[in-house]
């Protein structure tokens, strides 16, 4: 009785948490602020590597937008986020790439190694046009309102550059062109139609108003610039489903718990309370401005991907 007692204890705490937009922000930024230095660990051991497969099929989706935009000469950028207040700068054709709630920054070292190593088309036993096509000099800003995610960010994309090979030797490679912004996603210190493309992961859940962020983002993105929103989903069949239940309800705060942070990872399974539906995530990217929206299950639909244009204006 008392185990159940202390289970209704901290429901009742982590929903006083939540209980107002100021509040549930506030808990949302202390929690990333406190798992910053094992979230990374964490989303591989708990996904079984599965976020990172998803990753790429987010980013092979962006780059083979930014490549036909190229092939349309719909692409000009920004050379960096010093001019991204100021829409009077000259623009280079170098493309712009957003990470909305970048965290330590796995979208923008993987969507570098992607885009830059011909990547874009896939597996290289995939022909298409793609295949043979790789994105030079792109410019990556990352946005996030979690200092202690940054900071792990900005030093990852530091390592990034030297790369350790056997023996002990170390070889360098291409610098990774990334600005990092502390920003809250509602109110985005960024001037309109700033960037070529954007991507978000895991993120919809922990905003405090999904319409408003869909709006501010779609003020950034240029006409014709694909925006990839990477989620959790819940599987549809029956016994997946029940057992999708089960290890994210019981056995994921376990292991969080013991790995990490024992409150993060009860809400963190929670939160997909606070997802909208396709149907409802379609209506307000539409309201956005954007067209052309479309979602992908994968694997079970334990995750999706959406995907939508910016509209020409």
């Known amino acids: 009785m008392k185990e159940k007692e202390k289970e209704k204890d901290?429901?009742?705490?982590?929903?006083?948490?939540?209980?107002?937009?100021?509040?549930?922000q506030a808990f949302v930024m202390e929690m990333f602020n406190r798992i910053a230095k094992r979230y990374d660990l964490m989303n591989t051991i708990l996904t079984f590597g599965l976020d990172r497969r998803w990753r790429k099929k987010a980013l092979r989706a962006l780059g083979q937008s930014l490549v036909l935009n190229q092939s349309l000469n719909q692409a000009p950028g920004k050379s960096s986020s010093e001019d991204y207040g100021d829409t009077n700068k000259n623009k280079t054709k170098?493309?712009?790439?957003?990470?909305?709630a970048c965290g330590t920054s796995d979208f923008i070292i993987n969507g570098d190694f992607i885009l830059r190593n011909?990547?874009?088309?896939?597996?290289?036993?995939e022909k298409n046009k793609f295949s043979d096509i790789s994105l030079e000099g792109l410019n990556f800003v990352g946005v996030d309102f979690s200092k202690n995610m940054l900071e792990i960010a900005k030093t990852r994309i530091e390592?990034?550059?030297?790369?350790?090979?056997?023996?002990g030797e170390t070889?360098?490679?291409p610098k990774i062109n990334a600005d990092l912004i502390c920003a809250d996603l509602l109110k985005l210190p960024i001037a309109n139609k700033s960037f070529d493309g954007a991507v978000m992961g895991f993120a919809l859940r922990n905003l405090t108003d999904i319409d408003a962020a869909l709006v501010e983002i779609g003020r950034t993105l240029k006409s014709g610039a694909i925006l990839c929103l990477l989620e959790v989903g819940i599987p549809k069949k029956h016994i997946i489903k029940f057992l999708h239940r089960l290890y994210?309800?019981?056995?994921?705060?376990?292991i969080g718990g013991m790995l990490s942070d024992k409150k993060a990872y009860?809400?963190?399974?929670?939160?997909?309370?606070?997802l909208p539906t396709e149907e409802e995530l379609k209506a307000g990217l539409e309201r956005a401005g954007f067209?052309?929206?479309?979602?992908?299950?994968?694997?079970?639909n334990s995750g999706t991907l959406t995907t939508a244009i910016m509209q020409k204006t």
Do not use: C, H, I
């Open 10 to 24: 901290k429901n009742k705490t982590l929903g006083e948490a939540l209980a107002s937009p100021e509040k549930k």
């Open 94 to 100: 170098t493309p712009v790439v957003a990470d909305f």
């Open 118 to 125: 011909k990547k874009v088309g896939g597996r290289s036993s």
């Open 159 to 167: 390592k990034r550059a030297w790369k350790k090979k056997r023996g």
């Open 171 to 173: 070889k360098q490679q």
């Open 248 to 254: 994210f309800g019981q056995v994921v705060p376990l």
């Open 266 to 274: 009860k809400y963190l399974p929670q939160s997909v309370e606070f």
């Open 291 to 300: 067209f052309n929206v479309m979602t992908r299950p994968m694997t079970f």
